[in-house]
């Protein structure tokens, strides 16, 4: 029995902010992670997806200024892509762990699993401590459908040596959306199939439907309340058929249908650990039901979005607090969200939907940002800002952006939330002019 002071489960962002942190602090650490060291976003995720969009996004900055100084579209080519991918995400795992143990912390590969007496097993290791972290994350859900065995996932797509002609994704969140983008940029037909009428439900509902339609124009074969019944393998192909008796053939069928959390070989139930469908429960200091077991990052049930960021907070948060009693519950600052793409859709703050449900607490400006100079210059087809301002203090507390510069524009505005900032005060500060930050100023 090899004894810690604490074991963390998942070498994710969020696993690793909290093993290092409560290194520093003197204790006895060690991570356990049966897969890739670094977890989902470095290996499999935000980081691999964002080298793909870098084409992307240059090709969309350069179509834009066709006829306005450029000529030429540039092709992606998706072997030297994905080489590129490659080159950046094959280092991640023997990086990440030869950083851990030359931190000093221990590792241990293999799958983790509870005993009844509360230690655990790692392959041969047996492992015990005064507390536990669980940051296991969430891997993709596998829709229930006839002929699910031929469904991929965002983790094939993101290492396909060569792309499918045709391409079909089944969900339009944020993974379907930003792989539509990235395959439609490269040369593939794409179909988007979202069951309902509602795609990317935490965002906006008049943006989402702007970028639906930037998707439509863009080639993409969008198809909202239309369910996908089957899968069935044609040829070197597959056959698609939705609930209405449609059906074609495409090169490759995505589960883009969501992620659910990776507890399954934990054995939770041993140790007292209550779960949901959606994960880890947890109370404010992140403590699950069994009090010497803690669970942090997308692996937890809550309604703040499951990004990197926020795994990276909560384990920083659990590094701060399992050294002290008594502990405040977490506080979560304004979290930003951004779908990656040609057109990037980012949201932060209080929505301009709950803005407009509590209209007399708070004011929406929903401006064209298409004449301004930043995105004039730019050829921005259809930048699209609604900033929500709170009558008493004038102060932005919230926006959401459609346009090629979102992700800017979204992260300048979290500053000006955190800071409890208004245009007045924003213009006390002497930003570059010409530049995204220059209009900050000019937003209320
Ligand atoms: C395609 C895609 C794109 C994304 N893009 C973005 C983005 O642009 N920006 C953003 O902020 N977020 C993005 N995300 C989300 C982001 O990747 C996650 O929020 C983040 O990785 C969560 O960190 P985590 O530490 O909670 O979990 P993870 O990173 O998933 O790490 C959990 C680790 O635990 C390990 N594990 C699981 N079970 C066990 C076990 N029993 N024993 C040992 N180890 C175990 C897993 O192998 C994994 O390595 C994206 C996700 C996907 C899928
Ligand atoms: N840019 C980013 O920051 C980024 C990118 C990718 C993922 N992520 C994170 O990962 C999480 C998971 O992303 P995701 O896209 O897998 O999930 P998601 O929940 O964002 O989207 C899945 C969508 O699929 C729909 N769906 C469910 N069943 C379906 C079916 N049978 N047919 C068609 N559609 C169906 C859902 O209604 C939902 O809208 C996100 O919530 C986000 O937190 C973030």
Known sequence: MQEFDIVVIGGGPGGLAAAYGLHAKGMNVAVVEKDLWGGTCPNRGCDPKKILMAAVET???????????LSGVPQIDWT?????????????????????KSAGIATFHGTASFNA???LTVGDDQLNAANWIVATGQEPRIPAIKGSEWLNTSNEFLDLDSLPADITLMGAGFVGVEIAAIANAAGSHVHLIHHSDRPLRAFDADLVHDLMDRLAADGID????????AVSPADDQYQVTTATGESWTTGMVLATAGRRPVIDDLHLDRIDVV???????????????????????????????KLTPVAGFEGRYLAETLTTCDSPAIVYPAIPSVVYGKTQLAQLGVSPEMATIQADRYQVKDLDL?????????????????VVVDRTSQNIVGAAILSTEAEQVINYLDFVIQNHMSSADISQTIMAYPTL????GYFN
Do not use: C
């Open 59 to 69: 090709q969309a900055h350069s179509e834009a200024l066709q006829g306005h100084g």
């Open 80 to 100: 030297a892509l994905m080489a590129a991918k490659r080159a950046y995400t094959e280092k991640i795992p023997s990086g990440t762990h030869s950083g851990l």
């Open 117 to 119: 007496d509360g230690t």
């Open 222 to 229: 969008v198809q909202l309340d239309t369910d996908i019944t």
């Open 275 to 305: 779960t949901t469908a959606h994960g880890i429960t947890v109370n404010g200091q992140l403590q699950t039901t069994n009090p010497h077991v803690f669970a942090l990052g997308d692996v937890v049930d809550r309604p703040q979005p």
């Open 370 to 386: 298409t004449h301004w100079y930043s995105y004039q210059r730019i050829q921005d087809p259809h930048a699209r800002i609604k």
């Open 437 to 440: 930050a220059s209009d900050l």
